[in-house]
C-alpha cells in the first residue's frame, strides 16, 4: 500500500515571503518515484517535478526548490519570494516502481499568496 | 502532441441517465490513468491502464462505473445510471514508462460533470 500525507491543507502568505509546502509518504516499494503537481484556479493539473528514489539530490528550478530526504519519507517543496500568481493548490503524489505504476496523490496544500 | 484530450469538458445530465466520458491519450503514451476530484474526498484514482489493459480497478466505487480502453488512442469512463454524488471533475491522464523509469503523468484539461 501506498499512501501520501500534506497534512498542511490551507496557508496563507504575503508576497515575498518564503513558503514550505510538506509531504510524507509511505510505501514498501524499494524503488519509487515522488512528484509534485501545481492545480491553478483554472483547474489543470501542471507537472513540476519528478524525483526517483535514488537519486536524493535537492533540485532547484528559479524559485522553487525541492528537498527529498528518504531517511524521514519526505519531499517538500519551497517557494522562495512567493508571488500572487503562486497562488494555486499543489499536490503531492507517488508512484511505485516495478509495472505498479499505481500514481497515488495527497489531499493537497491550497496556497494564497496576498499582494 | 496537442496533449491530453477529453470530451466533453462540461456535462449535466438527469439522475438516471447513461453518461459518457472519453479521453484520447498523449500518442506513445502506454499507461492510462481516469481520476475523479471532489471537494471531500481530493483526486481519486479510479482506474488505470497499461497497454490498453485495464491494471488496477480498486477505485472504482461501484458497479455503476465502467471503463474502456479498446485501443492505444481511446478511453471511454461511463456511469450508469448516474447518481447525484457522481458530481465531480473527471480528469484523464497518460504517461510513458520509458524503459525502467516512471515518467511524469500529463492530465487533460478535465470534464466537470454536473449530475441533477
Known amino acids: 500500500a501506498q499512501k501520501v500525507t500534506q497534512a498542511q491543507t490551507e496557508i496563507s502568505v504575503v508576497e515575498k515571503e518564503d513558503v514550505t509546502l510538506d509531504c510524507v509518504y509511505e510505501?514498501?516499494?524499494?524503488?519509487?518515484?515522488l512528484f509534485w503537481y501545481k492545480q491553478p484556479p483554472s483547474g489543470e493539473l501542471v507537472f513540476l517535478i519528478r524525483?526517483?528514489?535514488?537519486?536524493?539530490q535537492n533540485e532547484i528550478s528559479g524559485r522553487y526548490s525541492w528537498n527529498f530526504q528518504k531517511s524521514t519519507s519526505s519531499f517538500n517543496f519551497t517557494i522562495t519570494a512567493s508571488q500572487v500568481v503562486d497562488s494555486a493548490v499543489y499536490f503531492c503524489?507517488?508512484?511505485?516502481?516495478?509495472?505498479?505504476?499505481?500514481?497515488?496523490f495527497g489531499k493537497g496544500t491550497l496556497l494564497t499568496v496576498n499582494p | 502532441d496537442a496533449g491530453v484530450i477529453q470530451s466533453p469538458r462540461h456535462e449535466v445530465t438527469e439522475m438516471g441517465q447513461e453518461v459518457t466520458l472519453r479521453c484520447k491519450p498523449i500518442?506513445?503514451?502506454?499507461?492510462l490513468f481516469w481520476y475523479r476530484q471532489t471537494m471531500m474526498r481530493g483526486l481519486e484514482l479510479l482506474i488505470y491502464f497499461n497497454n490498453n489493459v485495464p491494471i488496477d480497478d480498486s477505485g472504482m466505487p461501484e458497479d455503476r462505473f465502467s471503463a474502456k480502453m479498446p485501443n492505444a488512442s481511446f478511453s471511454t469512463l461511463k456511469i450508469q445510471p448516474s447518481e447525484p454524488r457522481d458530481s465531480a471533475v473527471y480528469f484523464c491522464a497518460s504517461s510513458l514508462r520509458g524503459g525502467s523509469m516512471n515518467t511524469e503523468a500529463f492530465f487533460g484539461q478535465g470534464t466537470r460533470l454536473t449530475v441533477v
Open positions: 500518442s506513445g503514451h502506454d499507461y
Open positions: 503524489a507517488l508512484s511505485g516502481g516495478g509495472s505498479n505504476y499505481k500514481l497515488t
Open positions: 510505501t514498501r516499494d524499494t524503488t519509487y518515484y
Open positions: 524525483r526517483n528514489s535514488f537519486d536524493e
